[in-house]
């Protein structure tokens, strides 16, 4: 493989340049150089700062109904073990499971579960005493459950770093701290401008998030990708008291709603470190960074409620990322429609980075010509473009 200029060369070339050293552009890269492609992956700010620095690091299936997304995020959960094995896992990566519970009527979780167990999604319904088992700590109130073994976890800012560390050892660059203003055509490729250097490649990819809609404009295109924000509150360290990623129910339909007004449930779980996290709130307020003490405190009344022994708990931080929504909930993989050569990985929305080496492996796929190994159409951004923009 041919060497890539250095960084003091006012003009860089490659074969592919990636915008975005969050965790989607890390699995793009991470394909990209399996594939052999000169690869750059150029960020703003530094690594993982972005969403991915927010993110809970779900890797999830129990909370997406049959469909393409769903069919994605079967195949992505199995390829972070991948990834994780060719890395050295030295991401906290594990299949601990969730568990989803329903509160009052349970027949909606219920029907869920036999729905996904017909696509391949292992869902155990559980009762009060198995619930017990599973989570010792969980209301006594709950009576109803279901238990997904399938659902895992990793630490997603340590996840990108490692991969792209590993990229890097296979000879890809990344450049931290270098803005995308424009993206021009160049030859049979496309040229980037940053603030200090232009970027000459045959493909590029916007894997730039909540970002990736002014990624899209200033290529002379478009996406409708915006922020919905979330707030996450973190315990101070404590004994185990939950054991798996413990979700109420009515979850699974706030994720899938689009109404910009605040949507709050109960998301429970543990790190590894004696941490809970606790989530999850949904609002579009665009790039509001302020705190929310109604949202706090809703989500800590909610929490407790679920698991009452979280009364006495501390916290110790809360803070909030914007997840990069897409209106109809499907993350925009593939060809840009206008833009010879411009491909998009973004608007992954709450399932970035779940979703992210099953995206990262189909857009390398897309670029190299591979039949992909799955159908792309539901995906494409062709499915925005041909809409007028609002
Ligand atoms: C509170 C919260 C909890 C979440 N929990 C989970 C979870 O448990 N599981 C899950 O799967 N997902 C979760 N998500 C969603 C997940 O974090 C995102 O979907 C994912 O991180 C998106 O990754 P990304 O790489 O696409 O974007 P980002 O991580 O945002 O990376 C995009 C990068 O592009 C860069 N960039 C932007 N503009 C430019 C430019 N002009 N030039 C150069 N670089 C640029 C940014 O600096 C950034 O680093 C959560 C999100 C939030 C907010």
């Given at each position: 493989?041919?060497q890539?200029?250095?960084?003091s060369?006012?003009e ?7 915008i975005?050293a ?17 690869t750059?992956?150029?960020?703003r700010?530094a ?9 809970e ?18 195949i ?22 969730g568990?989803?519970?329903a ?10 579960a ?11 319904e ?12 969980i209301?006594r ?8 073994p ?7 800012m340590?996840a ?8 890097q050892g ?27 250097s232009?970027?000459?490649?045959q ?7 909540t ?6 404009r ?10 919905r ?16 990623k ?10 899938a709603?689009s109404d ?6 109960t998301?429970?779980?543990?790190t ?10 949904r ?11 109604p949202v ?7 929490a ?11 916290l110790?931080?809360?803070?909030n ?22 491909y ?18 189909l857009?390398a796929?897309m670029i190299?010509?591979?039949q ?5 159409t ?13």
């Amino acid at each position: 493989m041919a060497q890539i200029p250095s960084r003091s060369d006012r003009e860089i070339g490659a074969d592919l340049v990636i915008i975005g050293a969050g965790i989607v552009g890390a699995m793009c890269a991470h394909y990209a150089i399996g594939a052999g492609l000169r690869t750059i992956v150029i960020d703003r700010n530094a690594v993982a700062s972005g969403t991915t620095g927010a993110g809970e690091g779900n890797i999830m299936v129990s909370d997406k109904t049959p469909g393409p997304e769903l069919e994605l995020a079967l195949i992505s959960r199995d390829l972070w073990f991948e990834v994780g094995a060719r890395v050295g896992d030295t991401f906290e990566l594990v299949a601990k499971g969730g568990v989803s519970v329903a509160r009052n009527n349970s027949q909606p979780l219920r029907d869920l579960a036999h729905s996904q167990s017909l696509v391949g999604v292992d869902a155990r319904e559980v009762g009060a005493s198995e619930l017990a088992t599973l989570e010792p700590y969980i209301s006594r109130e709950i009576k109803y459950g279901v238990h997904y073994p399938q659902d895992a976890q990793c630490q997603p800012m340590l996840a990108a770093a490692r991969i792209l560390q590993d990229f890097q050892g296979r000879g890809g660059r990344v450049i931290p701290h270098q803005e995308v203003l424009s993206i021009e055509e160049s030859g049979d490729g496309l040229a980037i401008r940053t603030g200090d250097s232009i970027f000459r490649a045959q493909n590029v990819i916007n894997a730039a998030g909540t970002w990736a809609g002014e990624i899209a404009r200033r290529a002379g295109s478009d996406l409708p990708i915006m922020p919905r924000r979330g707030f996450i509150l973190v315990t101070a360290p404590l004994p185990q008291y939950v054991f798996h990623k413990v979700y109420d129910s009515d979850y699974v339909d706030n994720v899938a709603s689009s109404d910009a007004d605040l949507q709050t449930s109960t998301v429970i779980e543990g790190t590894k470190s004696g941490t809970i996290l606790i989530g999850a709130s949904r609002e579009r307020v665009g790039y509001d960074k302020s705190m929310s003490v109604p949202v706090i405190k809703k989500l800590a009344r909610q929490a407790t409620s679920l698991f009452p022994v979280l009364r006495d708990a501390q916290l110790l931080r809360v803070y909030n990322g914007f997840r990069p929504y897409s209106p109809d909930h499907l993350p925009v993989i593939g060809a840009d429609s206008r833009i010879k050569n411009l491909y998009h990985c973004a608007g992954h929305e709450g399932a970035g980075i779940g979703l992210s080496a099953a995206s990262g492996k189909l857009i390398a796929e897309m670029i190299t010509g591979i039949q992909p190994f799955i159908d792309p159409t539901p995906f494409s951004p062709a499915r925005f473009q041909m809409m007028a923009v609002r």
